[in-house]
């Protein structure tokens, strides 16, 4: 990659909480610095990182301890015991990662932490360094989880209608999952969404993966809360927005490996006939779910990728065939690429944010079939918001059933409503791409102030050195 030529050049410890969704936004983010002229260290678990492939080399990669390194969560059991060992054993390991740094000839003039571990901000405090905090999570979601904090929200949550500054009215059932139940698990998730608020007052800058189109109101009125929050993103590969950093195809920091046959079978289809299936890379469906969707997907009479997982396989009804005239399943595919081949016509998907941004860059209608956390609310504002999506109804044990699904794919792929969702997608592609653009664009302007603050940060401290 090319940078900026720069005698003075800012160091930054980006440090990443261990999961593709968090990742993967935070590397796109860190490339966008390095394009700039900023030297980049990522971190993560020494577990995670050891999953990790193809990280650039350009960026260096460096680990703390989360006290599980033989297997992460799976090690710990429960998510709440996994938390409460990675917050004891977190902080000390990032104090002896910055001094190792500072040994070597490479202080740290920025951390820059996913929300999701505040404690690297008292870290950085200790240091005098300037710590600046990621959210990987949507604008109304973060506003929902500050409310819990303030106590504006209670759990467990009695309302019906919950109505919030700069938003839209929530029913409880457009909430994030944690809403509606809560039990250990649940209230140990909610606990650590909540807690991205326990210290950001004291952040020097406030930075969240999206882009000020898509959330004007909110985004104005979190900037009243916090002045150095700012929108830069959407963190995706560059060739797929502004084309900015050359051959940045792909994250880079993927935890699997890519498949082309799908790419070649997508070839010879014609355009905007397909439908792509995923839904993601965390949540399990179980096996009547899984029958329902393959159901679904087959009777729709049109073509269809699905992508399931290695683990998830055995769970397909024994009389679904993995690869038949209409339909592809694979168990991974490079999803940006999918989703900005000209044969894909809509998207069925968990409504993760990393995907939402995605399909909103590259102008993919959606069917949503969100599963749990903030993928509920991203939903909601998918197809009442910004009207780029069409629910997929549940029935009374919240499954989706297969002739629903059929009935939502025919309708986004044959009906005048399919249409308009298809125009509306493309209208935020547009915005996506301007907010990304050097010519003034809102994500651009962000960026660029930020490099900007830590270039002047790192010439300070050069001065007061020497």
């Given amino acids: ?116 571990a505040p404690w690297a901000l008292d870290v950085a405090k200790r240091f005098g360094i300037v710590g600046a905090s990621y959210f990987t999570q949507n604008m109304a979601v973060n506003s929902i989880y500050y409310h819990v904090k303030l106590g ?32 250990d698990e649940d209230l140990a998730m909610l606990g650590l969404v909540v807690g991205q608020f326990s210290n950001v007052d004291k952040a020097d800058w406030v930075l969240c993966n999206s882009f000020y189109e898509l959330d004007k109101e909110v985004t104005d009125w979190t900037t009243k809360i916090w002045p150095k929050f700012r929108t830069i993103g959407p963190n995706i590969p560059s060739v797929f927005l502004d084309k900015r950093i050359k051959d940045d195809e792909d994250y880079g920091a993927a935890a699997f490996k890519s498949e082309e046959e799908c790419m070649e079978w997508l070839h010879n289809k014609p355009n905007r006939s397909v439908v792509y299936a995923s839904f993601g890379s965390l949540v399990p469906l179980d096996e009547e779910q899984m029958r329902e969707i393959a159901y679904g997907l087959r009777d729709s009479n049109h073509y269809f990728l699905w992508v399931v997982r290695t683990s998830e396989e055995i769970k397909l009804p024994k009389d679904f065939a993995k690869k038949s005239e209409k339909g592809l399943v694979v168990t991974w595919c490079s999803q940006l690429k999918v989703l900005a081949h000209e044969s894909v016509a809509c998207f069925v998907t968990h409504c993760g944010w990393n995907s939402t941004l ?45 002739e629903a699904l059929r009935d939502c794919i025919q309708e986004m792929m044959e009906c005048e409503k399919g249409k308009q969702m298809k125009n509306n997608a493309m209208q935020w592609k547009s915005l996506v791409l301007r907010s990304v653009s050097d010519g003034g664009g809102s994500s651009y302007e962000n960026i660029m102030e930020f490099v900007n603050s830590l270039f002047t940060c790192s010439q300070l401290l050069q001065e007061v050195i020497s």
């Fill in 1 to 116: 990659m090319e940078t900026k030529a720069i005698a003075t050049r800012p160091h930054c410890l980006v440090l990443s909480f261990p999961g593709q969704g968090h990742i993967n936004p935070m590397i796109q983010f860190s490339k966008l610095l390095v394009h700039e002229g900023v030297k980049i260290t990522l971190a993560t678990t020494c577990f995670y990182s050891k999953t990790l492939q193809n990280v650039p080399p350009y960026i260096s990669l460096e680990s703390i301890s989360d006290g599980f390194h033989n297997g992460g969560l799976g090690e710990a059991g429960t998510f709440k015991a996994y938390l409460d060992r990675f917050c004891q054993v977190g902080p000390p390991t990032l104090v002896d990662l910055i001094e190792k740094l500072a040994k070597l000839g490479n202080p740290t003039d920025c951390i820059i932490y996913d929300s999701v």
């Fill in 152 to 183: 504006k929200i209670k759990v467990p949550l009695i309302e019906n209608e919950i109505s919030l500054p700069s938003m839209p009215k929530l029913q409880l059932c457009d909430m994030p999952s944690f809403f509606h139940n809560c039990d």
């Fill in 358 to 402: 995605e399909t909103l860059s590259l102008g993919v209608p959606t069917i949503v079939v969100p599963q749990w956390s903030d993928q509920i609310t991203n939903a909601k504002y998918m197809v009442d918001v910004w009207k780029v999506g069409i629910r997929v109804p549940i029935d009374e044990k919240k499954i989706v059933k297969s």
